[in-house]
């Protein structure tokens, strides 16, 4: 699972627990400039990801942690349980998507959506 907090310009990401190993990261901080998005992802779940795993773990059903390249480009997994993943659509970053478990998915996203709107940022 990840460790959501939202800052006055930032989206600060920790990962939490045994997913560091996994996922090897710890923390992933975007400014809110470079989120072009976020959105509920209810059905998706650990194994779901469409492309090549570059960097972390893949245990369909169990789990989804780590680095993958899609066609959208490289994605940011940690997700265990479905039903509970969100999905961050960035611009100008690594990372085009971060796709994670958070304990409370739609507060996630409206929280983020707040902040981005706070900062005169239209979330798409």
């Given at each position: 699972?990840t460790?959501?907090k939202?800052?006055d310009d930032?989206?600060?990401?920790t990962?939490?627990?045994m997913d560091?190993?996994?996922?090897?990261?710890?923390h992933?901080?975007?400014p809110?400039r470079d989120?072009?998005?976020?959105?509920?992802?209810?059905?998706l779940?650990?194994?779901?990801?469409q492309?090549?795993k570059l960097?972390?773990?893949?245990?369909?059903g169990?789990?989804?942690?780590?680095t993958?390249l899609?066609?959208?480009?490289?994605?940011f997994?940690d997700?265990?349980?479905?039903?509970?993943?969100i999905?961050?659509?960035l611009?100008?970053?690594?990372?085009k998507q971060?796709?994670v478990?958070v304990?409370d998915p739609?507060?996630a996203?409206?929280e983020i959506?707040?902040?981005?709107?706070?900062r005169?940022?239209?979330?798409?």
């Amino acid at each position: 699972m990840t460790d959501l907090k939202v800052t006055d310009d930032a989206l600060e990401f920790t990962v939490e627990g045994m997913d560091k190993l996994w996922a090897l990261h710890s923390h992933l901080s975007i400014p809110l400039r470079d989120v072009a998005g976020v959105r509920s992802e209810p059905e998706l779940g650990p194994g779901l990801a469409q492309g090549l795993k570059l960097a972390g773990s893949l245990i369909p059903g169990v789990l989804q942690a780590g680095t993958f390249l899609g066609h959208q480009g490289m994605v940011f997994w940690d997700v265990h349980r479905p039903g509970h993943a969100i999905v961050v659509d960035l611009q100008h970053e690594h990372y085009k998507q971060l796709v994670v478990d958070v304990p409370d998915p739609e507060q996630a996203v409206a929280e983020i959506q707040a902040a981005l709107r706070a900062r005169g940022t239209s979330p798409s």
